[in-house]
């Protein structure tokens, strides 16, 4: 009895992930959206400028626009002199040009006349006032050093040229991307869909989150975990209840999500029968739609993996710290797959560890820990709950894999983790 | 003329900031969410366990419930020896005790017989068939090895127990809180409400990105930026247009936005009259509500900090780059203040520096950089882009602080960078 379930062919979580992405094409559904609800989106295609910024010459500092020779050899001792015929307005275009000898005030962010190549700033400079002191009036200027042609000037197209590609397809949008679609002038931005997760839960022990529970009974976890990590990874999550330790109710459910979403998570019962109606409810789709079902993972081993028609379909175990475990190496990377996002390193921390964890060679080993600092170093201590309780997941900040190849850590030795939410350092 | 603006005290941007922080109340506003809107939100009250969970106790393997003491002893060379009268149903509760040499048929997750002290596991016992095999009757069960009370159970309260705070407000709900909320019932959880940002941009060159720029125009790009931040901190970000370089105009907009949000940002015009109306503009609401003019920090000097009537009021700088590196010291910490978050460290990685980099003693350089993989090795190659141009932010995916009391960095040491969005390694 045990032996069946134990001896099933057993697949590395890398494995089974490029299966997964392999057999799933890019998403293809894209929708506009404003701006302003752009951050944290992902491009579905590619930018082109289709125009230089800046648009016109402008100064970088405030000062005086001159042309660069006529500054050659002025030092403190021996100032070149200018006589200032025009200013450069804020927003304006500035018109004429500059004869021998004169030079144009300017502003950070003014545009230049046509015949000045160099800015040279106003701490560099002295205005000789005037007796009769007319504000609007041509008034002279001394310059204490010289400089180059294109000083503090930002050219056509130096921040960014026309026919260039800033932004690429797949690429998620940061706030300070949202700034340079702003320059741009994209006051909406085409982005990927978000993919529709359909969600199920099974087992006759579990009831809705706003029942009370009878002795037996408990409240379903994982479809609120599971959706809640697919809408933070860009997903969107639809919730198809909780299927009873029936194979007809599951299947009927399994077949609503496939055909109204992109991909379905099945979280297991955790009853012997139960666990076996996942694999036979994917498999009343397609006999062969599984990639792998066994994974040299703890926890997460009785894993199912598998595509129906492009559809992705994990089976997970019941146990919410294993499902967790489990969606976090392969669900995330699904819907970034299918964002069309690349593979994204997690965020990893080192820290020591705070006591000894035992392992099984040629299984990873997720642990989770929780991540401080003691005597100005890190410390991750490990979290050993009874079967991995779901608190033990919420007291968690980080979890730790110890390799495949490796029969444990010990006391002290320096881990990897990778982090949980943000790490608040008190 | 350039002295008045240099020679202003300036501030180190920590100080700045617990100034800040110091002077402003942590947030009030609490709004219900649904359970499913929640991750990502902040914990307005701690969450007191008003339940044990499990309410029962429950197996964690699949099993025969016993009476441990009828187990000691046992080996496959001497088994013990079981009538297995009873099964426990997933999801119900099971009634009547064990008797003497009785065993009860356990699942994982299910309820355990009043007289029940542990689990054996299915794999330690063998089913002695009957050759009648009603698969509904009582059996023999032989146990091979001894299991001690408690052993393969988790006891009521386990996981968590009544009394106990899970949860604690000011906590950002991650995707394991909610399956944790989910287990205590939680359908609707209480939340800060998200503090409203009111943001203003200034300058007669400044136009609204859908509108084609005339020569000597840019478009808004502080509005959007750092409205995107603002959000994806986790407040709500209210645009209040771009003021003309008229003082006037900024005043009224600057008082409609405090009146209307729970802080304001500006952020000033590029030339030098209107960096002064930031400043005569806060002013003119208080004289005393500036607590701080001018950051020892490149990018950002021309910052100003001020608290009116109890909202925090940011004057930033009008270049985006500038703009943007102040408000992630300033602005998001005050937002997670407001929140009741704590501090953050940022996500920080060792990288080799690409290039030397000069800075000053006595400010803080903050210096934009691409991070990458190079010969198995972290790189971090300082971007330096004219004035900080828009798409030097936009081709950064990172940013390194050369401390107030270096004085540069050299080629290939290694720098702590801050990551800006997620890093893919190739």
């Not at 057999?23 to 404003?34: L, Q, S, T």
């Not at 042309?67 to 500035?94: D, K």
């Not at 035992?358 to 080993?365: F, I, K, L, M, P």
């Amino acid at each position: 009895m045990a032996a069946t379930s134990e001896l099933f062919g057993v697949m590395t979580v890398n494995t089974a992930r490029e299966l997964l992405l392999h057999a799933i094409e890019h998403f293809r559904r894209h929708e506009y959206v404003p701006l302003d609800k752009a951050c944290g989106r992902v491009l579905a295609a590619d930018i082109v400028c289709n125009q230089d910024l800046p648009q016109f010459r402008r100064s970088v500092v405030d000062g005086y626009a001159v042309r660069a020779n006529e500054t050659y050899g002025a030092s403190a001792a021996l100032p070149a002199y200018f006589r200032v015929t025009m200013e450069s307005a804020m927003g304006r275009n500035i018109t004429g040009a500059l004869g021998v000898g004169e030079a144009a005030r300017v502003h950070t962010g003014s545009s230049l006349p046509e015949s000045a190549d160099a800015v040279i700033m106003v701490e560099h400079t002295a205005r000789l006032e005037r007796s009769d002191s007319d504000p609007c009036a041509e008034f002279e200027m001394e310059a204490f050093r010289a400089v180059a042609p294109g000083e503090n000037i930002l050219l056509v197209g130096e921040d960014v040229s026309r026919g260039s590609i800033p932004f690429r397809a797949g690429q998620e949008l940061r706030p300070q991307d949202i700034g340079g679609l702003a320059a741009l002038g994209f006051a909406t931005v085409l982005v990927a869909d978000r993919p529709r997760i359909g969600i199920i839960s099974s087992g006759d022990e579990i009831i809705a989150i706003d029942v009370i529970p009878n002795p037996g009974q408990i409240r379903d976890v994982n479809s609120h975990a599971l959706g809640a990590l697919v809408r933070q990874t860009g997903g969107e999550s639809i919730l198809f209840g909780v299927a009873a330790d029936d194979r007809e109710d599951l299947i009927r459910r399994l077949r609503h999500a496939h055909q109204t979403c992109d991909a379905v998570v099945l979280s297991a019962g955790s009853s012997v029968s139960n666990r076996d109606f996942s694999l036979e409810a994917i498999e009343s789709l397609c006999d062969e739609a599984v990639l792998a079902h066994g994974l040299s993972i703890k926890p997460g081993k009785p894993t199912i993996v598998a595509v129906f028609e492009g559809k992705p379909i994990l089976g997970l175990p019941g146990n919410p710290v294993s499902a967790m475990i489990v969606a976090e190496r392969l669900l995330v990377p699904l819907i970034r797959h299918m964002l069309g996002t690349g593979h994204v390193e997690p965020v990893e921390v080192v820290a020591k560890l705070g006591r000894a964890v035992a392992s099984v060679n040629g299984r990873e080993d997720y642990v989770q820990v929780q991540v401080g600092m003691r005597a100005g170093e890190l410390w991750a201590e490990p979290l050993f709950g009874k079967s991995n309780s779901i608190f033990t997941m919420v007291h968690a900040n980080g979890v730790i894999c110890i390799p495949l190849n490796a029969t444990g850590l010990e006391a002290g030795s320096s881990v990897m983790v990778t982090l949980q939410g943000k790490l608040k350092i008190k």
